[in-house]
Nanobody, 122 residues
Framework: QLQASGGGLVQAGDSLSLSCSASGGIFKYIMGWFRQAPGKEREFVAAVGWWKVGITFYLDSATDRFTISRDNAKNTVYLQMDSLRPEDTAVYYC?????????????????WGQGTLVTVSS
């Protein structure tokens, strides 16, 4: 079970840090963050691999603004979001992929958290 938290209402340019806590161990899981804005499909934001420290993938618009990280000892994944924009407004979901290669596809993730709302005002 995944539990996302840390969302809120901020102004453009502000920062937020999201956390995703897992009830079980996340070692050997690829962990990802996705988001879904009203009326839009869920989209990939970032992912971090487990087998080599530092392997990360990002949505193009999130590169240089967002940072994903993980703490396997705490069974937690983080998403640091800086320089937030109104278009970042969405419900953010964390997800876990049991095996395989890094992926940006929603269909490739096996477990999902309930989502946390991020609202960025202009």
């Amino acid at each position: 079970q995944l539990q996302a938290s840390g969302g809120g209402l901020v102004q453009a340019g502000d920062s937020l840090s999201l956390s995703c806590s897992a009830s079980g161990g996340i070692f050997k899981y690829i962990m990802g963050w996705f988001r879904q804005a009203p009326g839009k499909e869920r989209e990939f934001v970032a992912a971090v691999g487990w087998w080599k420290v530092g392997i990360t993938f990002y949505l193009d618009s999130a590169t240089d603004r967002f940072t994903i990280s993980r703490d396997n000892a705490k069974n937690t994944v983080y998403l640091q979001m800086d320089s937030l924009r109104p278009e970042d407004t969405a419900v953010y979901y964390c997800a876990a992929r049991r095996a395989g290669i890094m992926s940006r596809d929603v269909e490739d993730y096996d477990y999902w958290g309930q989502g946390t709302l991020v609202t960025v005002s202009s």
